[in-house]
């Protein structure tokens, strides 16, 4: 806030976003400039069969590294209807999603979006899902959290730099408004799902810090303004993020899709910015080579596209660090679970103020659930715990400063499965 106590320009519109509906979308459009989106094509058939193809629609950074879109939300919906999907719920899904796109340019200025279902959702249909697609229920993942699991059965992430954006895309997806962006709606979701949960959220320089108004930032705003995310540092090095190929189902009916996590976290920065040193900090996310070598410069831009892991050793050396410099880093704990040296998940994770609490949306995406299930004990470093003197959570990369309130797990299929599919399509 300013000495008016008047909300930021940016302050407002990610306020928005977390409220949501008419009044919001319109308090925001009113407010900061109108954006000049430009429309999607009428003929969708250049719109690409993965949903979760992102990566070229995206900008990025100095160093060539994806920059996600700035705000976010995350709709959790049930399918309203009794059993089975019907067939004319399907061509109303359908058309629904397809009314978004013709009403958006598929760029990160524009509107990106995903729909997945989870495992409660496959559960109506009398068939399995096929082998090829690994969708477990949501549970534990760690030996000291306790999540509610997420089942609700479908997910849809809508993304977009402008927050009137994907306000504007959710009022009319869901049937409360008629049009978007100018662009009539075929149809609507209101009839074929009910609403459930809404989470929202934001990522990129300066929101963090426009929004430490919450619990779980200590009281001192010590949020860089540079920053894209609440704990002062960047993430998504090209380096360490999997390719849009490696997390992608590549056999059996759902071939072009692949599966989404999203975790609910919450985050407790009083100790992380009130009695750590930067240097702690730094060899905390990072690595403690990279505290003892100065080797980020505020939230890291200065590392290029890598996170300067195997380049150091840091992964292979985790538990010697444990043992010998008292602390072991969150990056170089995750980065045990690459393959042949690359990342198996690919990290489209938010920031958030739901619920007036400091937070993060883990959101991931990875060819199998078992994938992420790895990454995530790689990066509880229980092994590591045991063979030194680090706690489970104390000095243990991150873990201390957050906790795992949800988890759900969700398939996200191929574009032309996206509405309500069957658990076997032919
Ligand atoms: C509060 C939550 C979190 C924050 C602020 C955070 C932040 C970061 C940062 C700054 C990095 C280093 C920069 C980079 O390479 O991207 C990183 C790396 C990474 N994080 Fe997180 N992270 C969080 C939670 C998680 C969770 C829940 C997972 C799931 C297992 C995860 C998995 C990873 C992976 C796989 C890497 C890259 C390792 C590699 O280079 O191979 N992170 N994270």
């Given at each position: 806030?300013?000495?008016?106590?008047?909300?930021?320009?940016?302050?407002?519109?990610?306020?928005?976003?977390?409220?949501?509906?008419?009044?919001?979308?319109?308090?925001?459009?009113?407010?900061?400039?109108?954006?000049?989106?430009?429309?999607?094509?009428?003929?969708?058939?250049?719109?690409?069969?993965?949903?979760?193809?992102?990566?070229?629609?995206?900008?990025?950074?100095?160093?060539?590294?994806?920059?996600?879109?700035?705000?976010?939300?995350?709709?959790?919906?049930?399918?309203?209807?009794?059993?089975?999907?019907?067939?004319?719920?399907?061509?109303?899904?359908?058309?629904?999603?397809?009314?978004?796109?013709?009403?958006?340019?598929?760029?990160?200025?524009?509107?990106?979006?995903?729909?997945?279902?989870?495992?409660?959702?496959?559960?109506?249909?009398?068939?399995?899902?096929?082998?090829?697609?690994?969708?477990?229920?949501?549970?534990?993942?760690?030996?000291?959290?306790?999540?509610?699991?997420?089942?609700?059965?479908?997910?849809?992430?809508?993304?977009?730099?402008?927050?009137?954006?994907?306000?504007?895309?959710?009022?009319?997806?869901?049937?409360?408004?008629?049009?978007?962006?100018?662009?009539?709606?075929?149809?609507?979701?209101?009839?074929?799902?009910?609403?459930?949960?809404?989470?929202?959220?934001?990522?990129?320089?300066?929101?963090?810090?426009?929004?430490?108004?919450?619990?779980?930032?200590?009281?001192?705003?010590?949020?860089?303004?540079?920053?894209?995310?609440?704990?002062?540092?960047?993430?998504?090095?090209?380096?360490?993020?999997?390719?849009?190929?490696?997390?992608?189902?590549?056999?059996?009916?759902?071939?072009?899709?692949?599966?989404?996590?999203?975790?609910?976290?919450?985050?407790?920065?009083?100790?992380?910015?009130?009695?750590?040193?930067?240097?702690?900090?730094?060899?905390?996310?990072?690595?403690?080579?990279?505290?003892?070598?100065?080797?980020?410069?505020?939230?890291?831009?200065?590392?290029?596209?890598?996170?300067?892991?195997?380049?150091?050793?840091?992964?292979?050396?985790?538990?010697?660090?444990?043992?010998?410099?008292?602390?072991?880093?969150?990056?170089?704990?995750?980065?045990?679970?690459?393959?042949?040296?690359?990342?198996?998940?690919?990290?489209?994770?938010?920031?958030?103020?739901?619920?007036?609490?400091?937070?993060?949306?883990?959101?991931?995406?990875?060819r199998s659930i078992a994938d992420f299930v790895d990454t995530r004990e790689a990066m509880n470093g229980t092994d590591i715990a045991d063979e030194s003197a680090v706690g489970q959570k104390n000095n243990n990369g991150i873990l201390q400063y957050m906790e795992v309130l949800r988890r759900g797990n969700y398939l996200v299929p191929p574009r032309q499965l996206r509405a309500l599919p069957p658990a076997r399509?032919?």
């Open positions: 806030m300013d000495d008016t106590g008047r909300l930021s320009r940016r302050q407002f519109a990610k306020a928005a976003v977390a409220i949501g509906g008419a009044s919001a979308l319109s308090a925001c459009l009113s407010r900061s400039d109108s954006p000049d989106v430009p429309a999607g094509p009428e003929d969708l058939s250049s719109v690409p069969a993965r949903q979760h193809a992102w990566s070229d629609a995206l900008a990025t950074d100095d160093h060539g590294n994806d920059r996600p879109p700035r705000h976010h939300v995350l709709l959790l919906l049930d399918y309203a209807g009794d059993g089975q999907p019907t067939d004319a719920d399907r061509e109303t899904a359908a058309s629904a999603f397809e009314s978004l796109e013709r009403a958006y340019a598929r760029r990160h200025d524009g509107l990106l979006f995903t729909v997945g279902y989870s495992p409660s959702y496959f559960e109506r249909f009398d068939a399995d899902l096929p082998e090829s697609v690994d969708l477990p229920e949501p549970g534990p993942l760690a030996p000291f959290e306790d999540p509610e699991p997420d089942t609700r059965d479908a997910a849809v992430h809508l993304a977009s730099d402008h927050p009137s954006v994907v306000l504007a895309a959710e009022e009319a997806l869901v049937g409360e408004a008629s049009s978007a962006n100018g662009v009539e709606m075929a149809a609507d979701l209101s009839g074929v799902f009910d609403r459930g949960d809404r989470r929202t959220g934001f990522v990129g320089d300066g929101l963090p810090a426009d929004n430490q108004d919450v619990r779980g930032v200590p009281d001192s705003e010590p949020v860089p303004e540079d920053s894209p995310l609440y704990m002062g540092f960047k993430s998504g090095f090209e380096k360490s993020q999997a390719s849009e190929d490696r997390v992608t189902i590549e056999s059996g009916p759902f071939a072009g899709g692949t599966t989404m996590h999203a975790s609910r976290i919450r985050l407790q920065l009083q100790q992380w910015y009130e009695q750590d040193s930067r240097d702690q900090r730094v060899g905390k996310m990072f690595c403690p080579v990279h505290a003892e070598e100065g080797l980020v410069e505020g939230p890291g831009d200065n590392l290029g596209t890598s996170a300067g892991m195997d380049e150091r050793g840091c992964p292979a050396h985790a538990t010697d660090h444990a043992r010998e410099k008292g602390m072991v880093g969150h990056s170089q704990k995750s980065a045990r679970a690459r393959e042949d040296g690359d990342p198996i998940i690919l990290r489209r994770d938010f920031d958030s103020t739901d619920d007036d609490e400091a937070g993060l949306h883990f959101v991931s995406l990875h399509p032919a």
